[in-house]
């Protein structure tokens, strides 16, 4: 007897074939049920077909559930029926199929090869971090011992400090991928505070924009200033720290990005918030725009191209072969923050709308 789960409707809904004769028994596979594959998954042996009306597919908090039984060749028109799930029954008792199946078996692409991470990439991101924190307690005494100069002469910008983590990126990188810039020309001078945006497609986003060069300050959750090392570092370059779920602390953020600004140092934002995971642009947040309309200082749209697919978001551990191309469009002004948001979406999205 075979039970095949057919994904019609929640709850699981099971079609079965009826057995050719009662007095036998029957082996009872699991098979795919919305793309799960049926490796891995149970069999029952040896069960009696007195059994079947209350055999249970169905988590421990579910009482009932619809069966579909048809008869050999009617395969494709099942007749549905309801039956009560009796916890007494050896079958019942023998093995219980969680509804939410779906959720946590074994999917098609978790069993196929090419979707399966390769010995490179795990080599090569446990080589890409042995580099990084290498690197950073090298630099972080640099950044330690001119600290107290930098807050005397440059407070706001702490280009020496930005530097330094250029550096760092720098040597972080480029034995691993290289990056392309183009549209360089395109940048405000280097004293000139503006804001600028981006897409943001992996962890590696920020590794790439800090081997620009450009000392403009960033915008982190708070739980990342904890680590050790990475997190002093932050601290030093004037990183603002933001609790996402926070409104308070959404304010004081943009109040302090306004400051900075009009103090001459220039700010970094992901306006879509978090990390797409298919690489798809999503909708932009006007927090950054509004603070370029209240300081007067232009908007700077950045593409980011290729990070995602070295370093896929949820997949840290891990470095993919490729490369990364940085496109630098030009500086937009607006008196309108929405206005200004949906035009430099619109740039952003341009070139990744071309890739796909």
Known sequence: ?????????????????RPRSSSLSHSLTFSSYRGQSSIKLPTLTSTSTSALSSFSCLSRKHTTLPWCCTSEGQFNAPTCFNGTISKHTKLFTRIVAQSELAGVGITDTDINPSSEVSLLSKARGIGFYTVTAIAALLLIVLMLVQHPLVLLADRYRRKAHHLVASVWATITVNPFFKIKFEGVENLPPSDTPAVYVSNHQSFLDIYTLLTLGRSFKFISKTAIFLYPVIGWAMSMLGTIPLKRMDSRSQLECLKR?????NKGASVFFFPEGTRSKDGKLGAFKKGAFSIAVKTGVPVVPMTLIGTGGIMPPGKEAILNMGSVKVIIHKPIQGNDAAALCEEAR???????NQQS
């Open 1 to 17: 007897m075979d039970v095949t789960s057919r994904p019609l409707h929640s709850p699981l809904l099971l079609s079965c074939r």
């Open 346 to 352: 619109t740039v952003i999205a341009g070139p990744l």
């Open 257 to 261: 990005c306004i400051d900075l600004v």
